[in-house]
């Protein structure tokens, strides 16, 4: 699969399938470049380097199986059991679409009948003629200082429990329940551990 970035669309597509997945999630370049002069380099080196940290893009679902089977079947690959956020009223699946970079489905959990908040990333604020949507995309960091000019909210720890039982820990930056989409990324610290694209299986995926 070779993904590429352009033109405000994220495309994932497959060296298994001629289909291409698109997601649409912002309408402008992250900062101003493709122009002349020294301030347009900087803006196109900005973004060059920002496509580099990009951590994982969230799809977010009213049907989990369907999102599952629909996009799965389109690209040729197949989704790895991801996770449940207790606290958030979530689960996961996930696709790694890059060596440090991945694609998380995220729907209401069905087996979390004690959670009555509101989710996260957009999950209850789907229109009712879409299954899925591209809500939010979250950029890599280690250490709440390497990047304050991109924080977009209050840092937080946060948790999921994996299919082995264990639990991944990490610090992000708040990405709210609202809006359905969120243009600007939030920032994540999986605290030294191996991402979870790194502990994915090879789909032959690419950003």
């Keep these: 699969m070779v993904t590429t970035l352009a033109g405000g669309v ?6 298994a399938s001629s289909v291409r997945f698109k997601a649409h999630v912002w309408a402008r370049p992250l900062v101003p470049g493709n122009g002349k002069g020294k301030g ?24 989990m199986e369907l999102a599952e089977r629909t996009i799965g079947l389109a690209l040729g690959a197949e989704f ?12 996961t699946r996930l696709l790694r679409i890059g060596k440090t970079t991945y694609l998380e489905l995220l729907a209401a959990d069905p087996e979390n009948a004690t959670f009555n ?6 999950v209850d604020l789907l229109p009712q003629a879409i ?3 591209l809500t939010r995309w979250a950029l890599a960091v280690t250490g709440r200082d390497e990047a304050p000019e991109l924080s977009t909210g209050e ?4 948790s ?3 299919a082995d039982g264990s639990t991944l820990r990490w610090e992000l930056t708040e990405p709210g329940s609202r809006p359905l989409v969120a243009i600007a990324p939030f920032l994540i610290d999986w605290l030294g551990q191996p991402s ?12």
């Design 80 to 91: 790895s059991p991801g996770g449940r956020h207790p606290n958030r009223g979530t689960h």
């Design 131 to 133: 299954n899925g949507k």
């Design 117 to 122: 908040g509101a989710r996260w990333m957009g």
């Design 40 to 63: 347009s380099e900087r803006g196109d080196t900005l973004n060059r380097y920002l496509r580099a940290m990009i951590d994982h893009l969230v799809y977010a679902v009213k049907d």
């Design 160 to 162: 999921r429990r994996l």
């Design 10 to 15: 994220f495309v994932l597509s497959s060296t």
């Design 196 to 207: 979870p694209a790194q502990r994915l299986p090879d789909a032959g995926c690419r950003l």
């Design 155 to 158: 840092w937080q720890a946060g």
